[in-house]
């Protein structure tokens, strides 16, 4: 597969359709309803084209179709305007399974080319040429983007996270960052993205002691958050996530830059008069990794070009 991508320029189009940015959505449930009702949908821009839309690191899935600016939004729809900007565009060619190869080769193509993904919306639009699992079928795909040297940009924010409940995958810290991946599928194997327990939609999560940063850190977690445990199956465990307040920095950039970004957020708690890192045994710290469109824990660490991932480190007030 070889991704030479176009650069367009999109005006802001609205899309009516079924599920909604912002709250967890199966997308595969999502369409069959959207094709039972597509005829609710009035002033319609072009009747071929379907559209499917993610927004980066906010949970939901919107299935739609591009309608007029003023037209009505049916009982149970929603819109969403996907904004003006620069896209690549690229087209996928084969079964939809494999969308993630795609968008993986055009992210490394992007970042060669020192482009990123802006932090807005992707989206997918789907005509004639679109078969499902046909080795012909094709379709289009659309990322946002923006130059590269904003990478320089380092911003630490504090966020207060609720506590919560994750199913979790426990492994080690080892040199090919191997370990990571082999948790991933085994979690996924027994715990699958579809379970009614999950809670955070496209979003995976890697926990770390934080009684171990001030050592060599060997243990790790590989989770997804739940409402309930429910049946727990063997090689499973349950993680009762505190939360609280957290320092944060978001990762998205070359290797480079994420180990800039470790640099920076340990050097502001070494600076910050107020807070320290939390060391408390049993507190964990927490890096999210979204699942979509490409989900990193399923790529060999060598081979991603762009790290995307928001670190999320309880804190707590230095003594006097």
């Known amino acids: 597969?070889?991704?030479?991508?176009?650069?367009?320029?999109?005006?802001?189009?609205?899309?009516?359709?079924?599920?909604?940015?912002?709250?967890?959505?199966?997308?595969?449930?999502?369409?069959?309803?959207?094709f039972k009702r597509i005829d609710e949908v009035v002033d319609r821009v072009n009747h071929k084209q379907t559209i499917g839309i993610m927004k980066r690191d906010v949970l939901g899935y919107m299935a739609g179709v591009e309608t007029e600016p003023s037209s009505e939004i049916p009982e149970g729809m929603h819109s969403f305007t996907i904004p003006a900007g620069q896209y690549a565009a690229a087209v996928h060619r084969g079964p939809i399974s494999r969308i993630n190869e795609t968008f993986v080769e055009l992210m490394s193509w992007l970042g060669a080319n020192q482009y990123e993904q802006f932090d807005i919306v992707c989206f997918e639009v789907y005509d004639e040429r679109y078969k499902g699992e046909d080795c012909e079928s094709e379709f289009d795909m659309f990322v946002q983007i923006k130059p590269a040297s904003v990478q320089g940009t380092i911003e630490i924010d504090l966020v207060e996270v609720q506590p919560f409940k994750a199913l979790a995958v426990r492994t080690g810290l080892i040199p090919d960052k191997s370990g990571t991946r082999v948790a991933w599928n085994k979690l996924t194997s027994q715990i699958p993205l579809e379970d009614s327990?999950?809670?955070?939609?496209?979003?995976?999560?890697?926990?770390?002691?934080?009684?171990?940063?001030?050592?060599?850190?060997?243990?790790?977690?590989?989770?997804?958050?739940?409402?309930?445990?429910?049946?727990?199956?063997?090689?499973?465990?349950?993680l009762e996530v505190s939360g609280g307040l957290c320092v944060s920095a978001r990762v998205l950039g070359n290797e480079d830059h994420m180990w800039k970004v470790y640099d920076a957020i340990f050097a502001w708690l070494e600076q910050s008069p107020d807070y320290e890192i939390d060391t408390r045994e049993g507190v964990l710290g927490m890096e999210t990794v979204p699942l979509e469109p490409s989900n990193a824990l399923t790529i060999p660490y060598s081979e991603i070009n762009t790290f995307d991932f928001t670190m999320l480190y309880p804190i707590r007030k230095k003594e006097e």
């Open 1 to 34: 597969m070889s991704i030479a991508p176009r650069f367009v320029q999109h005006s802001e189009r609205k899309i009516v359709g079924i599920g909604r940015i912002g709250e967890p959505v199966n997308p595969g449930a999502a369409w069959p309803v959207l």
């Open 197 to 238: 327990r999950l809670s955070d939609g496209p979003l995976a999560y890697v926990f770390i002691p934080q009684s171990q940063w001030s050592k060599e850190v060997e243990t790790l977690w590989v989770g997804l958050a739940v409402r309930e445990f429910g049946n727990v199956p063997d090689g499973i465990e349950t």
